[in-house]
């Protein structure tokens, strides 16, 4: 783009007067960028490497919306409401501070679906910042320029706003406006502020054109037969979903429609902490070899990085494109989905691992969104896992109310008659600190069952506690992994806890029984408040 056309471009959302414009460069021009500002090195692979201390993760309690008299707009825990003025005001100070930066301004899509993609802008102060989000999106369909992008994402890592004058609450911010179709990031540097800044405008626009907007994985198999992972951080879409078995759709944003499945993005955003090179190798490759972004991996003295280390953080990070995936399906696109895999990483040892559910008990367990929050998703989380409810599989994502999700999704298991599945990749054998987590094979194993269409009609019996239908038999799992009671030595010590969480259910779904039908609510746990 010409820089005049981006000049008036830029002037449009209040930047006036840039001084150095980097427009849609390649990923080795980004990179050599990066170097010469010293923002990372390179690991012994090629990828490139930085550390966004103190940022590591992303700031749920740094994230505003600005309000704009929508009766469906919905604040997340932590989000707030943020009125047209302060928002005025914190803009204009970012804006007049960015255009004294060299500017990286990116145009990119989201959205796979050549009906449903919008036009994206990212300008940013960091270069990899860039480069992530030319690994993350989807490349324009042709060389003309963007002009009135759909959203415009700005982010200032080196502005600093003042919490005592901006109406915010530390130097950190987030902040979405609708009607502006602007995201302003300043402070932070953790990447996954830009990804899940746009996946939160794709949530807020998608559902107003009846199209279902998910918080999951998808791929799909030879004969056309997709399946979705839904879960928050760390229980394993990524992983699950990079099978060399099958093509993959995309590991985290996709969209539902009358087609089918629709990626939003055009690339991956994995977890690394602890990752095997033998469980996981597509994504091992993808994230040794240049163009790969990653954050907050230590490096030991021959550039080789750590991926087993928590120095910096346990939210380690690696972005690259889907085309490092050998078995990527590049159109983005599937099916009507077949299997729909919720899944949960339970720290109380007390969920069965594979549950067949009922449409009425996939609302249920979609708006309660339960799983254990892993340590360094979020900034302020300890060592260990808390339990926390999320509505949809993610809640700071969704800025409309949840039951606008959750009745979308029920409308389209019934049209296509989906198979619903809970399952659960967290820890058997007791909770966390005494039992084990499940072991990857065994869950692939499930997975594979599943896939093949073994347990559709297989027997099962009822929990008596939870009332899910777990398979009597899955080739290969023991019983005392089909049956969690079976691995605890104490059964009164399973019994307590499994109330217990059953109880933190039923409690967290009140919020809901006013925007669900009675068969919904009485779809959990057979227990009484």
């Not at 499945?261 to 690339?267: D, I, T």
Request: charged share 20%; aromatic share 10%; with cysteine.
């Amino acid at each position: 783009m010409e820089r005049k056309r981006l000049e008036q471009e830029l002037s449009k959302i209040g930047i006036s007067n840039p001084q150095t414009i980097f427009y849609n460069l390649n990923r080795a021009e980004l990179v050599e960028a990066a170097l010469t500002k010293q923002e990372g090195k390179f690991s012994h692979a090629g990828a490139f490497v930085v550390n966004t201390s103190p940022y590591t993760g992303r700031s749920p309690n740094d994230k505003y919306l600005v309000t704009n008299g929508d009766p469906d707009l919905w604040f997340a825990s932590g989000t707030q409401a943020m009125d047209g003025k302060t928002y005025a005001a914190l803009k204009a100070k970012l804006m007049a501070h960015i255009q004294q930066q060299p500017l990286f301004v990116r145009d990119m899509r989201a959205g796979a679906d050549p009906d449903q993609t919008l036009k994206i802008r990212i300008i940013s102060d960091l270069a990899w910042h860039n480069l992530t989000a030319s690994n993350m999106f989807i490349p324009r369909c042709d060389n003309e320029p963007i002009t009135d992008p759909d959203l415009t994402v700005v982010v200032d890592t080196s502005f600093a706003a003042d919490p005592a004058t901006d109406g915010v609450r530390s130097p950190a911010f987030i902040i979405m406006n609708f009607e502006e179709k602007l995201v302003l990031i300043g402070t932070t540097r953790y990447a996954g502020e830009i990804k899940k800044s746009v996946f939160t405008f794709m949530n807020y626009v998608m559902p107003k054109r009846h199209v279902l907007s998910l918080h999951c994985s998808a791929n799909v198999g030879a004969a056309g037969d997709v399946a979705l992972f839904f879960g928050l951080s760390g229980t394993g879409k990524t992983t699950l979903s990079s099978d060399p078995q099958r093509r993959l759709i995309g590991d985290d944003e996709h969209g539902w429609n009358e087609q089918g499945v629709f990626n939003f993005e055009g690339g991956c955003y994995a977890k690394t902490i602890r990752i095997n090179p033998e469980l996981e190798p597509l994504v091992w490759s993808a994230i040794n070899r240049f163009g790969c972004l990653l954050e907050n991996v230590p490096l030991n003295a021959q550039r080789q990085p750590d991926f087993d280390s928590s120095a910096i953080t346990e939210n380690t990070r690696a972005s690259y494109p889907l085309d490092f995936i050998p078995n990527y399906e590049p159109s983005g696109q599937g099916g009507h989905p077949k299997h729909i895999f919720l899944l949960t990483a339970d720290a109380f040892g007390v969920l069965p691992p594979l549950a067949k559910l009922t449409i009425e008990q996939a609302m249920y367990y979609f708006l309660s969104g339960y799983t254990s929050k892993l340590a360094g998703t979020e900034r302020g989380l300890g060592d260990k896992p808390e339990a926390t409810f999320s509505a949809c599989f993610g809640a700071p994502f969704l800025p409309l109310k949840p039951s606008i999700y959750a009745n979308l999704l029920a409308e389209k298991l019934a049209q296509h008659q989906t198979h619903v599945w809970l399952l659960n990749t967290g820890w058997s054998g007791g909770g966390f600190g005494v039992g084990k987590r499940i072991a990857l094979p065994l869950t692939r194993a499930m997975i594979s069952a599943v896939l093949s269409d073994q347990l559709n009609d297989v027997e099962t019996h009822r929990h008596p506690i939870f009332n899910l239908d777990i398979p009597n038999e899955v080739e290969g799992v023991p019983q005392n992994v089909l049956n969690p009671e079976l691995a605890w030595t104490d059964q009164a010590a399973y019994q307590r806890e499994a109330l217990q969480l059953a109880h933190r259910f039923a409690d967290n779904f009140k919020k809901y029984e006013k925007t669900v039908l009675p068969e919904v609510s009485a779809a959990g746990p057979g227990v009484a408040l």
